[in-house]
């Protein structure tokens, strides 16, 4: 294949991406395929000869898209949305078909300060402090995880890099349960062990309990523990729980903690100035991840950390090899130390693209109507006889349960998935299975969210 064909190709591509999003609801959201079903139908071994693009692509035609769960379904409820608007998918065209590499500055400079460029944007969405800084990520997984490898090097005095961790204090972080599990992951990679994670209570509300931080900071020093820095959480996935970050955040800076704020789903939804008292305290926080990929219609990948202060974040995962070292010494950000690797794809084209093509009011317009469709489903399955609204509607997320139990819950979630005009997951609140509902994608309208309604009364 040569660039001729990739011209050629592309055009046929982005017409079957037209149809293929034209379509979507004629595909059942969940792929409906049997595991290694599709790895059977693929020869042990790659060609010796070239094969023709009609071969691949009619292959793909045949192969993949059956097999796909399909993320940008308008009836995709389950986890929390990955949207795609289509500004987001041609900045990723162009992002491809450049194919640039940006871990310096060097080498691509137009990355870096287009970067530099949206986290001052989303900043100033957000109604975050204008002087605070940040970088983009794959995942909020790898922002939590650089935040907690540097809650954990500030607690050793930057010593844990060189020394290891051996005979260093016990460090100690603190999130509540409610926080996502790559909170859990962050602690035990950065070499702390899951057991040095505290799970602080949480109140009626499902948020941390400040009392309850402060009694557990006071009983790790008494300890002789180290007390590194708290993990809050802005939208829980499970049910969508906020902590109360402005009451906890005296507790944690009385301490010297470093504080990070888990939003990965929620940030988007701070471009609302309405939804930014769930995220009160925030401002005052060191780091906060949010991932634009889940809900602001910058498709994954796009996990944007804003920082108070990136220095010490620098300082525990910068490195600077001779091989990388350019003229510019000091004067240049070089993004690939404030992160985890070294390489790095030009995500901010998709925000600058996205945030140009919608502006803010259309991407605020579409948040507001995805937590008001939910509001409405949720009201109207409130009144639907042996079922239970489990978790009160946070933005776009609630959850509900039949009455008759979580045998029953559970095959009316088997049922609901395989009949595949809607895409449910399950969660457990309070010790009990619960279907969550939540709403995001890009091209979701308040009839593919009230059909759910009609799909549960048909399945029950
Ligand atoms: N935090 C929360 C609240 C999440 O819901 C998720 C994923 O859904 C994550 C973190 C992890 O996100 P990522 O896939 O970007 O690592």
Known sequence: MNHDDLNAWSKRAADWVTAYHRDLRDRPVRAQV??????????????????????????????IPGALTHWQHPRFFAYFPANASPAS??????????????????TAPAATELEQGMIRWLLAALDLPADWTGTIHDSATTATLCAVLTMRERALGFRGLTEGLQGQPRLRVYASAETHSSVDKAVRLAGLGQE???KITTRADLSMDPAQLQAAIEADLAAGHR????????????VGAFD?????????QTHGLMTHVDAAWA????????????????EGCDSFVFNPHKWMGAQFDCAVQL????????????????????????????????????????????????MRAYGL?????????????????????????????????????????LSEGCTATEALLQRINADGRIYLTQTTHRGRLVIRFTCGTWDATRADVMETLNVIRELR
């Open 34 to 63: 049997t595991p290694g079903a599709l790895l059977d139908r693929l020869p042990a071994t790659a060609p010796e000869a070239a094969e023709t693009p009609e071969a691949i692509f009619a292959d793909f035609e045949a192969l």
């Open 89 to 106: 998918m041609l900045a990723e065209q162009l992002v491809n078909g450049i194919g640039a590499q940006g871990m310096l500055w060097q």
């Open 196 to 198: 040095n994670l505290v």
């Open 227 to 238: 007390p590194a820095g708290v993990v809050f959480c802005a939208g829980g996935t499970g």
């Open 244 to 252: 109360d970050i402005a009451a906890c955040l005296p507790v944690a």
């Open 267 to 282: 940030g988007s939804a701070g471009v609302c100035p309405e939804f930014r008292p769930l995220m009160a305290g925030a």
């Open 307 to 354: 920082m108070r202060d990136p220095l010490d974040q620098i300082r525990t995962l910068g490195l600077r090899p001779d091989y990388l070292q350019t003229l510019e010494g000091e004067e240049v950000t070089n993004f690939n130390e404030w992160t985890i690797p070294l390489g790095r794809r030009m995500r901010a084209l998709k925000l600058w693209f996205v």
């Open 361 to 401: 009011d259309t991407i605020r317009a579409r948040i507001r109507d995805h937590v008001a469709w939910t509001s409405e489903l949720c009201a109207a399955l409130r009144a639907e006889p042996g079922l239970e609204i489990t978790s009160e509607p946070r933005l776009a997320l609630f959850s509900f349960a």
